[in-house]
């Protein structure tokens, strides 16, 4: 069965440092999105994308996050100067979309980010 | 804004036992989905069950229910004949237009 992948399960990193998180969708998706999940709170959409340009972001999405399908089957979710408090689980999902209408969103393993 | 709101941080039931968890949202879009995901340890989340806004019959899937009130904005997961492997966060989730809002969980323990 296909499904998402997500690479490293586990990064460290030092506050200011740039990170990126890698995604593979599952292969004949076209929407992409990520989340973020802090530790012990509720999971909070960040960004969806699709057909290479943002279509939806979050407040918390700011400046100092990017998204880019660099190629034909990753998706990467950046984060410039990293914070202590963007330390957090990060899902990618990937549906099959397009349009209003829901297509169920297929959630990758996470990667678990901590920023020191 | 979209809000959902989960009361219950935690709930625990006896295996083989029914619990319901509830959930309410807020809305002014007409046309919307509503979701359980399960987050058990390994922190991926599944997509439990679903029910799309426009639909008045209440969705099932074997032992996962759901009441779905829309006049009422409350949308509850009724998990039948409990199983161990049911121990997980449950997500209640609401979704229109590529947006999906999270409520904060509830951790359900099935005990034997």
């Known amino acids: 069965e296909p499904e998402v992948t997500q690479t490293p399960s586990h990064q460290v990193t030092q506050m200011g440092q740039e990170v990126i998180l890698r995604c593979v969708p599952i292969?004949?998706?076209?929407?992409f999105y990520w989340y973020r999940q802090i530790l012990g709170q509720k999971v909070e959409f960040l960004v969806s994308?699709?057909?290479?340009?943002?279509?939806?972001k979050s407040e918390i999405f700011d400046d100092q996050f990017s998204v880019e399908r660099p190629d034909g089957s990753n998706f990467t979710l950046k984060i410039r100067s990293t914070k202590l408090e963007d330390s957090a689980m990060y899902f990618c999902?990937?549906?099959?979309?397009?349009?209003?209408?829901?297509?169920?969103?297929?959630f990758g393993p996470g990667t678990r980010l901590t920023v020191l | 804004a979209q809000t959902v709101t989960q009361s219950q941080p935690e709930m625990s039931v006896q295996e083989a036992e029914t619990v319901t968890l509830s959930c309410t949202y807020d809305?002014?879009?007409?046309?919307?989905?509503l979701f359980w995901y399960k987050q058990p340890p390994s922190r991926q989340m599944i997509l439990v069950i679903r029910?799309?806004?426009?639909?008045?019959q209440n969705a099932t899937e074997n032992r996962f229910s759901v009441n779905f009130q829309k006049a009422a904005k409350s949308f509850s997961l009724k998990i039948s004949d409990s199983q161990l492997g049911d121990t997980a966060m449950y997500f209640c989730?609401?979704?229109?237009?590529?947006?999906?809002?999270f409520g904060a969980g509830t951790r359900l323990t099935v005990k034997p």
């Open positions: 989730a609401w979704y229109n237009n590529n947006d999906m809002r």
């Open positions: 292969s004949n998706h076209l929407y």
């Open positions: 999902a990937s549906s099959i979309g397009p349009g209003r209408l829901y297509n169920e969103q297929f």
């Open positions: 994308f699709y057909n290479n340009e943002i279509s939806e």
């Open positions: 029910q799309e806004a426009y639909k008045q």
């Open positions: 809305t002014s879009e007409s046309n919307y989905y």
